[in-house]
């Protein structure tokens, strides 16, 4: 996850310093580099935000239970929807600095005319639908499954499914109709 963060973040540092740089040298205003830079960065954050908050809570429970420290757990003086809502609530907290820049980026994106309001609004829907069911998934899977690789494996098969499906499907179909 780190990896692909770094790599994600440094291709939108390398493009947004490169074009900038060739813009000032011809004499033109870097705004179109710098709304496709935040276009880029989210659009890339939104699509990689559920399968890493999934893939944190499909291991949650499962690793309690691997390493034999579930019992312990259970036996904290709490009820146990409040422990279930503690384990879904820490893969989203994890997130909360990408979160709260997406934000920045997404208000500066509207701001500047890089992103249309009806884009806003739809990544608003996705990150409010989209990123709390991945986490609910990626803990059920945690719940129902026996190791913590059998619910991951079975998390991203469905989130591919989820991100794959409908472009495939469609494209399948509108060749069937015509």
Known sequence: VVAVISVFLGV???TLFAGILITISENQYPAEVINFSLRLFV?????????????????S???ERQQQTLLSLLTIPESRNRILFAKWLAPLMSVRWWLISLAIALVL??????VHPFGAIAACCYLVGFVPFANSLGLWLSLRC?????AMLI?????AILFIGPP??????RAAIT
């Open 61 to 63: 429970v499962t690793k």
């Open 155 to 159: 998390f991203f098969a469905v989130m």
């Open 109 to 114: 994106a509207v701001f500047t005319a890089g």
């Open 168 to 173: 495939i499907f469609g494209t399948l179909f």
């Open 12 to 14: 939108v540092g390398i």
């Open 43 to 59: 659009t890339g954050t939104i699509l990689g935000l559920a399968p890493v908050v999934g893939l944190r809570a499909a291991g």
């Open 146 to 150: 026996k190791s913590s690789l059998s």
